[in-house]
C-alpha cells in the first residue's frame, strides 16, 4: 500500500488536452500525463503545485512524466485513477469502510455483462461487485462528482442496479479526496443526467462517499471519514432551471450593434455574461451556443462577435443571477454599462477579463460559492 515512486515537484503551466499537461520543473518545462480526464478547473491554475513521477526511461512514451497530485490550498490531492483503486482495496482490507467490515477484496478490474467494474469482493461464497470512483471536486466542507459529464459512469450506476434486481449486490465507493468535506452530492449543476439516475438508483446501491487526506508525496493515504447525504438538496435544486455564466472569447477589437445600447465597440479578450432560465435551462444555453438565430437578447448580438467558450450553469430553485452579478463586478477588470440589464438595477451584466476567467482562482471561486458553498445553509 505504501508508495515508493520518486516524486518531483513542479508547478502548473497548461493544460492542451484533458491527457496532457505542462509543468515548470527546475525551470524547464515538461510534458506531463494527466491520469484524471476530469475537467479540473477548480484545481489547476497557473502557478499550482504538482508532484510528478517519472516515466521509465524505456516506456517510449512521449510523455515524459505523470502528474500524481496536486495541490489546493497546500493540500494535497491524488490525481492518479489507477492508484485510486490500489487505495479502496487496501481501505476494505483494512476493514476501515464503515459497513463493509465483512468483506474481502477477490479481484480487480471484472467485466460483467459488458461492463467493467472495478472491484469484486466476497463474504463467503456471496460476491459483491463495486465500482470505484475518486472525487476530486469539493468545496469547503461539501463535495460533488463528477466534474465533467460522465455518460459512461450514468450507464454504470443503471448496469449496476440492474445487477442489483436481479440478485447480485452492487454498489459503489466515492474516494473523496479531501478530509475537510463532510457532506457529499452528485453534481447535478455539470451532469444533471447522472444526478437523476444516481438519485433513482441510488437506495437500491450500497454506495459510500469515503474521505481520505494525503501525505505531500502520496505515499500513505490517512483514512477520512464516511460522508452524510442529503439527498433533500437534491430534490430542492435539481431542476431545469436556475441561473448561468457563459464565457465568451473576443479575438480581436470588433464593434458590433447590440439593440437598444447602440454600436458598442468589445475589445480582446474574455467577457463573461450573466443570465437565468426560471425553466428550460439547457435549452436557453444550447441557444446561445447557435449563432444563427433570431436576435432577441443583448448576448445574441455580442455572439455574432464572440465564441463561446464555456456555459457555468447554477441549477437552483433561488434567484440568483443579481447576486452572481454583483460577485463578478468586484473581481472583472471591468463590466459593459447596462449590457443584459436594462429590467434590472445592476449596473450590467457582462464583465471583462483579459484572460480566461476559468484559469483565474477568483473566478472559480465564485463559481464554488454558488454551486456548492451555499448549501451549506441546507444541511
Keep these: 500500500m505504501i508508495r515508493h515512486d520518486k516524486l518531483y515537484r513542479a508547478t ?11 509543468a515548470d520543473l527546475d525551470g524547464a518545462i515538461v510534458t506531463c500525463h494527466m491520469p484524471n480526464p476530469g475537467r479540473l478547473w477548480e484545481l489547476l491554475f497557473p502557478g499550482t503545485s ?54 474481502s477484496v477477490l479481484r480487480r478490474e471484472v467485466t460483467v455483462e459488458g461492463s467493467r467494474f472495478d472491484l469484486l469482493l466476497h463474504r463467503d461464497d456471496e460476491l459483491f461487485f463495486v465500482e470505484v470512483k475518486s472525487c476530486t471536486l469539493f468545496g469547503r466542507t461539501g463535495a460533488m462528482f463528477p466534474d465533467a459529464v460522465t455518460e459512461r459512469g450514468r450507464k454504470h450506476l443503471l448496469h449496476l442496479a440492474a445487477l442489483q434486481e436481479r440478485g447480485y449486490r452492487t454498489g459503489l465507493l466515492f474516494l473523496v479526496q479531501w ?76 464593434a458590433c450593434e447590440v439593440g437598444s445600447l447602440g454600436r458598442l465597440t468589445f475589445s480582446p479578450g474574455y467577457y463573461v455574461y450573466v443570465g437565468s432560465a426560471k425553466k428550460n435551462l439547457a ?64 449596473a450590467s451584466h457582462l464583465f471583462y477579463f483579459h484572460e480566461n476567467p ?8 465564485v463559481v ?8 451549506q445553509q441546507f444541511i
Excluded at 286 to 315: F, G, N
Excluded at 358 to 365: D, E, G, L, Q, S
Design 12 to 22: 502548473f503551466v497548461e493544460r492542451p488536452n484533458r491527457f496532457i499537461v505542462r
Design 50 to 103: 504538482l508532484m510528478l513521477r517519472k516515466a521509465p526511461a524505456d516506456s517510449g512514451r512521449k510523455t515524459s512524466y505523470d502528474v500524481i497530485g496536486v495541490f489546493r490550498d497546500d493540500v494535497p490531492v491524488l490525481m492518479d485513477t489507477q492508484y485510486n483503486n490500489d487505495v479502496a482495496s487496501a481501505l476494505i482490507a483494512r476493514k476501515l469502510i464503515p459497513g463493509w467490515e465483512s468483506w
Design 179 to 254: 478530509d475537510r468535506a463532510d457532506w457529499f452530492l452528485p453534481d447535478y449543476h455539470t451532469d444533471p443526467a447522472f444526478a437523476d439516475t444516481f438519485a433513482a438508483v441510488q437506495d437500491k446501491l450500497d454506495w459510500k462517499a469515503f474521505s481520505v487526506a494525503w501525505d505531500e508525496y502520496f505515499s500513505l493515504p490517512r483514512p477520512g471519514r464516511e460522508l452524510i447525504y442529503p439527498g433533500h438538496i437534491l430534490k430542492r435544486e435539481n431542476h431545469d432551471g436556475g441561473d448561468y455564466m457563459a464565457v465568451l472569447h473576443v479575438k480581436r477589437e470588433t
Design 283 to 346: 435549452a436557453r444555453l444550447a441557444r446561445h451556443s447557435r449563432v444563427r438565430k433570431k436576435m432577441h437578447w443583448h448576448l445574441d448580438y455580442l455572439r455574432r462577435i464572440a465564441d463561446i467558450t464555456a456555459t457555468v450553469p447554477v441549477r437552483t430553485a433561488d434567484d440568483l443571477e443579481h447576486d452572481l452579478a454583483r460577485r463578478l463586478e468586484k473581481i472583472a477588470v471591468s463590466s459593459v454599462e447596462r449590457f443584459g440589464c436594462t429590467d434590472c438595477g445592476c
Design 358 to 365: 476559468v484559469h483565474y482562482r477568483p473566478f472559480m471561486n
Design 368 to 375: 464554488e460559492d454558488f454551486r456548492i458553498n451555499r448549501l
